[in-house]
């Protein structure tokens, strides 16, 4: 079964507003990643976020991390019609293999 | 910037054929993958690979095999091709043991 599990499937929301975006897991974890995919591309990683930090910053993005509820939430500000794309979590283990979540579809309408 | 190149875009065989899908990575990664994209069921790990030589099973490791001979390129082996491989396929590179991916463009697998 999938590690992580984002939340919702779909969000579709107008230029200009924020996009948040849920993921959750199910075990102990050394980082937690967030890709983007755009249509028939490939992931493009966008942030990582180490178990023992809680927040972390990159431009329009933010994620959040909390480990005693195993989740995560990932912020776009501002949001732009080129910002549409599916994204995803994943988490990485002492294993360091990435397990991936399903994905939420993100469309920002112009 | 960080260059991972899957040789092919879309791709399109036939059942029982033996398939190659080939990708090459310029950032002298020492880690690759190898997973498949579905339609509800996310992103899964194929083979992985931590240097030359070597490679592990993933998840879902059946009906595949990899090669590495040469740290940048890793083949992933469609041993013979069954409808059910049918599927986007994703190649990645990571420098170290942990730590961000680097994708390639993928390639659309259809078994006919």
């Known amino acids: 079964s999938q590690q992580g599990e984002e939340d919702p499937q779909a969000l579709s929301i107008q230029e200009g507003e924020n996009a948040t975006m849920n993921c959750s897991y199910k075990t102990s974890i050394n980082n937690l990643q967030w890709y983007r995919q755009n249509s028939g591309r490939g992931l493009v990683h966008l942030i990582l976020?180490?178990?023992?930090?809680r927040e972390k910053h990159s431009g329009r993005l933010r994620v959040t991390l909390d480990t005693s509820k195993k989740s995560s939430s990932l912020l776009i500000t501002a949001s732009r019609a080129a910002d549409t794309a599916s994204y995803f979590c994943a988490t990485e283990t002492s294993g360091s293999r990435l397990t991936f979540g399903e994905g939420t579809q993100l469309t920002v309408n112009p | 910037d960080v260059k991972v190149t899957q040789s092919s875009r879309y791709l399109v065989k036939r059942t029982g054929e033996k398939v190659f899908l080939e990708c090459v990575q310029d950032?002298?990664?020492?880690?690759m993958f190898w997973y498949r994209q579905d339609p509800g069921l996310g992103l899964r790990l194929i083979y992985f690979?931590?240097?030359?030589?070597?490679?592990e099973k993933g998840d879902i490791p059946e009906g595949y095999s990899v090669s590495r001979e040469k740290k940048e390129r890793f083949s992933l082996i469609l041993e013979s091709a069954s409808t059910n491989q049918t599927s986007m396929y994703l190649c990645a590179g990571r420098r170290g043991r942990v730590g961000p991916q680097h994708f390639g463009d993928g390639t659309r697998l259809s078994i006919l």
């Open positions: 950032m002298d990664h020492e880690n």
């Open positions: 976020i180490r178990s023992n930090e």
């Open positions: 690979s931590y240097d030359v030589k070597m490679k």
